[in-house]
């Protein structure tokens, strides 16, 4: 009755329930014959998504993002020295990994044309693997819900968990259970006024644009496809609304900052079509902020029961307070990459070509500089910025570059998690990843 989708791309994960971001679907014809409560844990496929910067970038564009705005500029340009990808962004993966594994299932045929979501309801270069499960299947009479769980991982590192729930009509009456502890709920909204509202006017190519993210169905592009399924224009991916939502929630109760955002569910209510306007009406109440999203010509509810559960903002240190220059334990690493370069220096400027420069923070604050110089002479590592330009800066705090050095944490996971920032050219990092795994031997 809902796809609930809970995702934590972009945020540390303290457990699969924290994190949920949910949407729904609706549509489609199932053998009444077919045992649905016998699919219950099976699993249903695995699939691969390779990624570059264009793909968070492209998602970022088709939920409404515009360089009009200085604010989505971190989203749209690589080379933004706070570059990120939005929350929401961890749908994009999982989605395919469920609809890959739906016609696994015996005896289910789906119609695309009425496969949609109108009736109910956060690196740099790599691969995601998504695995998807049956958690439930629950009998409503005319129909059946199917509850899809997705798990993403990047490497062995979990970074996205999603739950989808999928109403397949004509598949209901098999004596199953209504409801199932496994389905994660949405929430009201307070009784009073929103304590904020955003309108977005979406474009007539608002689909076209989103559907480059990986969600083929014509129904949202085809005139004739879309009257089959009884809609008088293609209507606008449900996904692509939530996508507008999340992205106001973030910017209007956590400053655009990726690691405050924890988690997320919506009941999608009723369709939109590509042109009208979103119109966000949000309610803050502590740390979960509710929303539902209205067609602001019509006045109908699109998106209901929203919410986002966001993370206390930290409190920013005294400005009075000292730097710490000394003692930080990436002075360690950097003292054994100069040793390491002092021997085979000649051999990595050849590699790789490229000066980078780190930032280490502690406790918000610049501590000191680093940099390594692969590109001149016989390459030298010293303390300080970059004495001809850099071609990458990176920015991250003492603790997580130890993380990552130690392979505690893996880089593209702190990148989409906004603890490693970058600036310049992105695409370098690669070849850094190279260095640290092989001469940063402690």
């Known amino acids: 009755e809902s796809i609930s989708v809970l995702n ?7 457990s699969q329930e924290n994190v949920s971001m949910n949407s729904t679907s609706s549509g489609s014809v199932v053998s ?8 219950v844990g099976r699993q249903l496929s695995t699939n691969v998504y390779k990624y570059t910067h264009l793909e968070p970038i492209l998602y970022a564009l088709g939920v409404g993002m515009s360089t009009k705005d200085p604010d989505h500029l971190k989203f749209l340009f ?6 990120c990808c939005l929350p929401s962004f961890g749908v994009i993966p999982a989605q395919t990994s469920m609809f890959d594994g739906i016609p696994s299932i015996p005896g289910l045929n789906i119609n695309l044309a009425k496969l949609t979501m109108h009736t109910c309801s956060s690196f740099l270069a790599g691969q995601l693997t998504s695995v998807s499960t049956v958690a439930d299947v629950l009998d409503k009479g005319s129909g059946a819900v199917v509850l899809i769980n997705v798990n993403t991982y990047c490497g062995e590192d979990l970074v996205c968990f999603n739950q989808f729930s999928l109403f397949f009509v004509g598949a209901g009456g098999f004596g199953g259970k209504r409801t199932s502890e496994k389905a994660k709920v949405t929430a009201n909204p307070p009784q009073r006024p929103p304590d904020a509202v955003v309108s977005d006017v979406t474009t007539v190519d608002q689909a076209a644009l989103y559907r480059l993210s990986g969600d083929w169905n014509p129904l949202h592009v085809d005139p004739s496809f879309a009257a089959l ?11 692509c609304s939530f996508g507008f939502a999340a992205r106001n929630v973030l910017k209007q109760f956590a400053n655009n900052d990726v690691n405050r955002f924890k988690a997320i569910k919506v009941r999608f209510a ?7 306007t979103l119109q966000t009406e949000m309610w803050k109440e502590g740390n979960r902020i509710h929303f539902q999203t209205k067609v602001k010509e019509t006045g109908e509810v699109a998106i209901a029961g929203g919410y986002v559960d966001i993370v206390p903002a930290l409190d920013k240190p005294s400005a009075r307070e000292p730097l710490k220059t000394t003692g930080l334990q990436s002075d360690l690493v950097f003292e054994e990459i100069g040793r390491r370069i002092k021997e085979v220096g000649n051999e990595l400027v050849k590699k790789v070509n490229a000066v980078f420069q780190w930032d280490i923070t502690k406790d918000g604050k610049t501590a000191v500089q680093w940099t390594i110089d692969l590109k001149n002479g016989s390459g030298a ?12 800066t990176f920015t991250l705090s003492d603790e997580d570059f130890m993380d990552v050095v130690q392979r505690k944490t893996n880089p593209q996971k702190a990148f989409f998690a906004g603890k490693l920032k970058v600036k310049g050219n992105i695409m370098l990092s690669q070849k850094l990843e190279m260095i640290l795994k092989d001469y940063a031997k402690l």
């Open 8 to 14: 934590d791309a972009l945020s540390q994960i303290e």
């Open 32 to 39: 009444s014959s077919v045992d649905m409560a016998g699919f």
């Open 78 to 83: 690589e080379g933004s020295e706070d570059f």
């Open 229 to 239: 399924g009884g809609f008088k224009k293609p209507i606008l991916h449900g996904l």
């Open 270 to 276: 009723k369709p939109v079509v590509p042109g009208q």
């Open 381 to 392: 590592v010293y303390q300080g910025p970059a004495r001809s330009s850099a071609d990458t």
